[in-house]
């Protein structure tokens, strides 16, 4: 399904209180909110999430950084999901990061970046199915969430 992506908000970004104005913004965008939980990743969740980075020299950071605190897992549906949610995710590195996306106004620095956007379908319900099952994810048909 191209109409869907999803998003965690990241620890640094849910202990300083932005949980609210970044799912503000996100809702802002058209997106609508499918599935939404707050969830403590064990080292095990943690590193299957992140298996396609195992090699990188951030890699052992980024876990440690991802089991920190608290996340907010999302599943967003919009046309053409993915694509736009990476672009208001913005750059990976908040400081090259276009004004006005998440990772400009609610980022630190590489690592601290806010928002995971998937970039792709593919690893889009991958990445969703490792937070929630079928029946999690709502179909409702209804605007204005
Ligand atoms: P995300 O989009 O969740 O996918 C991989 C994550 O690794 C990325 O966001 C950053 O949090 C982190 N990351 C990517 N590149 C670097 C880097 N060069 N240094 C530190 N962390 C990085």
Not at 72 to 85: G, S
Not at 90 to 106: K, Q
Not at 125 to 134: D, I, K, V
């Amino acid at each position: 399904m191209d109409n869907r992506t999803f998003t965690l908000i990241k620890p640094e970004a849910v202990a300083a209180g932005n949980t609210g104005k970044i799912l503000d913004a996100i809702l802002g965008a058209g997106f609508r909110l499918r599935a939404l939980k707050m969830v403590s990743l064990t080292r095990n969740r943690a590193e299957k999430f992140y298996a396609v980075h195992r090699e990188r020299p951030f890699y052992e950071k980024l876990i440690g950084y991802m089991t920190s605190g608290p996340v907010i897992a999302a599943v967003l549906e919009k046309d053409n999901a993915v694509a736009d949610f990476r672009r208001l995710a913005g750059n990976t590195d908040p400081a090259r990061a276009e004004e006005g996306t998440l990772r400009r106004r609610f980022g630190t620095d590489t690592r601290h970046n806010a928002v995971h956007a998937s970039d792709s379908d593919e690893h889009a319900r991958e990445e969703w199915e490792q937070f929630f099952t079928e029946t999690e994810i709502t179909n409702t048909d209804y605007s204005g969430a």
